[in-house]
């Protein structure tokens, strides 16, 4: 399977600042995909990372909030814009390799204050 | 639509003995499962899958599961609990028949007591 870098693993943050995370990948994938994880609840998908083209948000999320950058096979940043303390919360990224199988980065740990 | 869910917010269980994380499912086509684990302070872990064949799938760690289609569920078991498997348990399932999206149960917090 494949490892994930992703950085930073924890900020702390003011609001109406923003912050990008950051996920590198030791081998070429085609999708990548970012996940939210609130306090004491599941993961939720924001959206998938393809390389050459536009991200694909699901419901409730959109580019300008979260904007996404996928510029080669290995790497893709999300960023949280005009950040408020509604957006604390563990980001994740992860990559499928195979069958549906998911390896995840550990995790950005976000504080708004 | 599909769905997942995990009855139990929380397990409670001493070292040593069994233990049982509950997953029930819904989805219009044939599932594929899946268990994953997060320690404190890390991303989440493969556990081990379902996707065809044997009911039963052994997993890392000693975990195994049994997906059981009549009950459309696919619990986590381990026959001898240690403190170490103290952790927050997702159950996640994707339908193959469309879309491919793999949703997450809201997650079982399991407690080994020494």
């Known amino acids: 399977s494949a490892v994930i870098s992703q950085k930073p693993s924890r900020d702390i943050c003011q609001r109406g600042t923003s912050l990008t995370i950051q996920c590198q990948v030791d081998s070429q994938v085609t999708m990548m995909f970012w996940y939210r994880q609130q306090p004491g609840q599941s993961l939720t998908l924001i959206a998938t990372a393809n390389q050459g083209s536009e991200a694909t948000y699901e419901s409730g999320f959109v580019i300008d909030k979260f904007p996404i950058s996928r510029p080669n096979l290995t790497f893709s940043t999300l960023t949280v814009s005009n950040m408020s303390p509604e957006d604390s919360s563990i980001y994740l990224c992860?990559?499928?390799?195979?069958?549906?199988?998911?390896?995840f980065g550990s995790g950005t740990r976000l504080t708004v204050v | 639509a599909q769905s997942v869910a995990q009855p139990e917010d929380q397990v409670n269980v001493a070292e040593g003995n069994p233990l049982t994380v509950k997953c029930t499912y819904s989805?219009?086509?044939?599932?594929?499962l899946f268990w994953y684990v997060q320690y404190p302070n890390r991303g989440l872990q493969f556990l081990l899958k379902?996707?065809?064949?044997?009911?039963l799938v052994k997993g890392s760690y000693g975990f195994e599961a049994e997906f059981n289609k009549s009950q459309t569920s696919f619990h986590l078991k381990k026959p001898s609990a240690l403190v170490s498997d103290s952790a927050l348990y997702f159950c996640?399932?994707?339908?193959?028949?469309?879309?491919?999206?793999?949703?997450f149960g809201a997650g079982t917090r399991l407690f080994v007591k020494a």
């Open positions: 379902y996707i065809t064949g044997d009911n």
């Open positions: 989805v219009s086509g044939n599932p594929y």
């Open positions: 992860s990559v499928e390799y195979g069958q549906g199988t998911y390896t």
């Open positions: 996640a399932v994707r339908d193959n028949t469309g879309g491919f999206k793999t949703i």
